[in-house]
């Protein structure tokens, strides 16, 4: 199994910036991909970024895109988000996912096999 905690979620006004981590324990070699999605009140889960093991190829949704850098520090078993420039859009409950493939669609949601219990990012206007 493996074990996902995020932190570093709050309040920020538009314009700002805020860091989100994930940390992960637990089977590790199945964490070949990691993921952050996202999901607003009365709102589906939706894909934000994604991070793949080895060549640590990055990929972003369009809305974040230049905003926000996805990173991992494997010796700390640490996921970083950073948000820049966040908009009051942005607001949402932010999660962590890890799967154990290293392919695969990192947009869809049933490719990611463990999940954080999420954190809260409220941006206002």
């Known amino acids: 199994q493996v074990q996902l905690v995020e932190s570093g979620g709050g309040l920020v006004q538009a314009g700002g910036s805020l860091r989100l981590s994930c940390a992960y324990s637990?089977?590790?070699?199945?964490?070949?991909?990691m993921g952050w999605f996202r999901q607003a009140s009365d709102m589906e889960r939706e894909f934000v970024a994604a991070?793949?093991?080895?060549?640590?190829?990055?990929y972003y949704a369009d809305s974040v895109k230049g905003r926000f850098t996805i990173s991992r520090d494997n010796a700390n078993t640490v996921v970083n988000l950073q948000m820049n420039s966040l908009k009051p859009e942005d607001t949402a409950v932010y999660y962590c996912?890890?799967?154990?493939?290293?392919?695969?669609?990192?947009?869809?949601?049933?490719?990611?096999?463990?999940w954080g219990h999420g954190t809260q990012v409220t941006v206002s206007s």
């Open positions: 996912a890890a799967s154990p493939r290293g392919w695969g669609d990192y947009e869809r949601a049933n490719l990611y096999s463990y």
């Open positions: 637990g089977r590790t070699d199945r964490t070949s991909t």
């Open positions: 991070i793949r093991w080895g060549p640590g190829s990055t």
